[in-house]
């Protein structure tokens, strides 16, 4: 089992639309959780970051964590067309770490 | 601007010679890291180091090597060991390790292709 789980898509909505990016994990000790963007043929770049359970929003951002069911999610509300990029969910469980391998994100003008 | 600077962003490799990657920051991180991106296989990592002048192997770490002289800089030599060197390489730190590690943050990458 990976440490770290994505749906790797592709996803496509609409613009304006809410797209919805989900991330199950397998350690339950683990600490933090991150979103990263990643437009091709470029680095990641932080777009959120979570450390209790709940919801945090930042723009059109909102993160949210449930450490019960280890699940992470992003939801981008006002879909744009520059939001088109693959989106890393990534855990830090103390050691290290890891990373899924994207979610391809694709909205569509 | 603090951030993280990789060099060379583009670097042609013959087979059979070791070539080193460049790593520095200005985010007084005491955590730096190293990672391997091929399609469709995430991100793994190679190295990484708490402090200076110590580093511990990562996923996979066969085939590479580092040295962490100075807490800025963490440069990365790929060798003729590793047998399929073709990726692209990015660098990362953190403020700092364990329960303290903070966000992660990267360069913009090193992209190495083995003619």
């Known amino acids: 089992q990976k440490e770290v789980e994505q749906n790797s898509g592709p996803l496509s909505v609409p613009e304006g639309a809410i797209a919805s990016l989900n991330c199950t994990y397998s350690?339950?000790?683990?600490?933090?959780f991150f979103w990263y963007r990643q437009y091709s043929g470029k680095s990641p770049e932080l777009i959120m970051s979570i450390y209790s359970n709940g919801d945090k929003e930042d723009g059109r951002f909102t993160a949210q964590l449930n450490k019960a069911s280890q699940y992470v999610s992003l939801l981008i509300r006002d879909s744009q067309p520059s939001d088109s990029a693959t989106y890393l969910c990534?855990?830090?469980?103390?050691?290290?770490?890891?990373f899924g391998t994207g979610t391809s994100l694709t909205v569509i003008p | 601007d603090g951030g993280i600077t990789q060099s060379p962003k583009y670097l042609f490799r013959k087979e059979g010679q070791n070539v080193t990657l460049s790593c520095e920051q200005n985010?007084?991180?005491?955590?730096m890291y190293w990672y391997r991106q091929d399609p469709g296989q995430g991100l793994r990592l190679i190295y990484y180091s708490q402090i200076v002048n110590d580093f511990q192997k990562g996923d996979i770490a066969e085939g590479y090597s580092v040295s962490r002289e100075k807490k800025e800089s963490f440069p990365l030599t790929v060798t003729s060991a590793q047998k399929n060197p073709t990726a692209f390489y990015l660098c990362?730190?953190?403020f700092g390790f364990g329960g303290n590690t903070g966000e992660l943050f990267f360069g913009e990458g090193s992209r190495l292709t083995v003619l």
């Open positions: 990362a730190s953190s």
């Open positions: 350690d339950r000790g683990s600490q933090s």
């Open positions: 990534a855990v830090n469980t103390g050691n290290q770490f890891y």
């Open positions: 985010l007084n991180h005491d955590a």
